[in-house]
């Protein structure tokens, strides 16, 4: 069966550190650009960092720059997202998805996606 699977989601502090992971299974994700993306109650999906197939490259929402690091392990078809320093208005329902060609933070560019994680923190 062809899908991402997210885990790593849940409650913390604000201040605190989570580390999203993203394992697909059925494909190789290895050509696919890889991203994350949030999106809260009442607001539209954000594209919150990416990173190109072979993992040299990689973009970030302005919000995030700092605090976020997108990785990947080919090698075990899976990508991450280490987030430190979370803020409230971190709250979100945390999704990866995976492009062929193009690699930016738009989402009609991705046409896979995984059912996603919540993250919430507190004040």
């Known amino acids: 069966q062809v899908q991402l699977v997210e885990s790593g989601g849940g409650s913390v502090q604000a201040g605190g550190s989570l580390r999203l992971s993203c394992a697909a299974s059925?494909?190789?994700?290895?050509?696919?650009?890889m991203a994350w993306f949030r999106q809260a109650p009442g607001k539209e999906r954000e594209g919150v960092a990416r990173i190109d197939s072979g993992g040299g490259s990689t973009l970030y929402v302005d919000s995030v720059k700092g605090r976020f690091t997108i990785s990947r392990d080919n090698a075990k078809n899976t990508v991450y997202l280490q987030m430190n320093s979370l803020k409230p208005e971190d709250t979100a329902m945390y999704y990866c998805?995976?492009?062929?060609?193009?690699?930016?933070?738009?989402?009609?560019?991705?046409?896979?996606w995984g059912q996603g994680t919540q993250v919430t923190v507190s004040s």
């Open positions: 059925g494909y190789r994700i290895s050509i696919f650009c």
């Open positions: 998805a995976s492009a062929y060609g193009s690699c930016g933070l738009r989402s009609y560019a991705y046409s896979r």
